[in-house]
């Protein structure tokens, strides 16, 4: 089982970026597909990117390309997501996943094999 800790939300201006981090334990890191989730108030958790397990591949929800970039370091067990350009439908408790089985990388549930406890990301007007 992976244990995953998130960390680096907060409060930022619309314009603004942050930088969410996932450090993984408990399984080896290189070997799985990792990812990022946002759930937002009073809707489904919603696929937000995922990076596959070298770091060669990586995925991005329509909503966030172009604004948002995944990236891996495999050597301190970590995941990234780069946020840049935020608005206010960017606000959303963000949550750390990893892939379900070697080489997996997780893109919808099914795919999900650990979550981390969420990092909550507001953006203000």
């Known amino acids: 089982q992976v244990q995953l800790v998130e960390s680096g939300g907060g409060l930022v201006q619309a314009g603004g970026s942050l930088r969410l981090s996932c450090t993984a334990s408990g399984r080896t890191f290189s070997r799985y597909g990792m990812g990022w989730f946002r759930q937002a108030p009073g809707k489904e958790r919603a696929f937000v990117a995922a990076?596959?397990?070298?770091?060669?591949?990586?995925y991005y929800a329509d909503s966030v390309k172009g604004r948002f970039s995944i990236s891996r370091d495999n050597g301190k067990n970590t995941m990234y997501l780069q946020m840049n350009s935020l608005n206010p439908e960017d606000t959303a408790v963000y949550y750390c996943?990893?892939?379900?089985?070697?080489?997996?990388?997780?893109?919808?549930?099914?795919?999900?094999?650990?979550w981390g406890q969420g990092t909550q990301v507001t953006v203000s007007s």
């Open positions: 996943a990893s892939g379900s089985s070697d080489f997996a990388t997780p893109q919808t549930y099914t795919d999900v094999g650990s």
């Open positions: 990076i596959s397990w070298i770091g060669h591949n990586t």
